[in-house]
T-cell receptor
Framework: DTAVSQTPKYLVTQMGNDKSIKCEQN?????MYWYKQDSKKFLKIMFS???????INETVPNRFSPKSPDKAHLNLHINSLELGDSAVYFC????????????FGPGTRLTVL | AQTVTQSQPEMSVQEAETVTLSCTYD???????LFWYKQPPSRQMILVIR??????QNATENRFSVNFQKAAKSFSLKISDSQLGDAAMYFC???????????????FGTGTQLKVEL
């Protein structure tokens, strides 16, 4: 059973395009996150949702818009893609807002040409 | 803001030997959580071990154990009886106890690439 899944695993696109990454967790968790891992493998939080409500938005450009249709899903839409958006994007979840342990999805490698 | 430092970009260990990965952090908080995550070439982030700062006892998970020195703000990971499957990037991470103001997030170090040699 896959706990946290992401689609697609790989995404190659042209500059200026709009793309979405989807995340689903079947753990029954309330809280979900998006992290970005850059080319130097540095991981940084982008967003966090708790019970479908946006809680954390870490100085991410407006071109990035997360959406949580329900507690099990957190999608990331990116408008007007730029070369610098190339990275691995990880979705994660934790049981509740105050729960410390986060479980990660397999990541989506986005390449912008 | 909290920072996490991993001063060893790369480490090597012989199979069956023991290796220790270093991590230090900076915080003014007294209660927090620390983690080690493993990222193999598959790219999956796998939780290795966690430590609650209010617990003095060092966490242990099979061949993985930590040396948590709260006063020194140090959180090293010891891998005993290293196996080829341990080869991966290891990340140290910090989580604040504060749940407001963006506190409920993981702050990661820059990672240590561990190579396991035959």
């Amino acid at each position: 059973d896959t706990a946290v899944s992401q689609t697609p695993k790989y995404l190659v696109t042209q500059m200026g395009n709009d793309k979405s990454i989807k995340c689903e967790q079947n753990l029954g968790h309330d809280t979900m996150y998006w992290y970005k891992q850059d080319s130097k493998k540095f991981l940084k939080i982008m967003f966090s949702y708790n019970n479908k409500e946006l809680i954390i938005n870490e100085t991410v450009p407006n071109r990035f818009s997360p959406k949580s249709p329900d507690k099990a899903h957190l999608n990331l839409h990116i408008n007007s893609l730029e070369l610098g958006d190339s990275a691995v994007y990880f979705c994660a979840s934790s049981q509740q807002w105050g729960t410390d342990t986060q479980y990660f999805g397999p990541g989506t490698r986005l390449t912008v040409l | 803001a909290q920072t996490v430092t991993q001063s060893q970009p790369e480490m090597s260990v012989q199979e069956a030997e023991t290796v220790t990965l270093s991590c230090t952090y900076d915080t003014s908080e007294s209660d927090y959580y620390l983690f080690w995550y493993k990222q193999p070439p598959s790219r999956q982030m796998i939780l290795v071990i966690r430590q609650e700062a209010y617990k003095q006892q060092n966490a242990t998970e099979n061949r993985f154990s930590v040396n948590f020195q709260k006063a020194a703000k140090s959180f090293s990971l010891k891998i005993s009886d290293s196996q080829l499957g341990d080869a991966a990037m290891y990340f140290c991470a910090y989580r604040s106890p504060i749940l407001t103001g963006g506190g409920n997030k993981l702050t990661f170090g820059t990672g240590t690439q561990l190579k396991v040699e035959l």
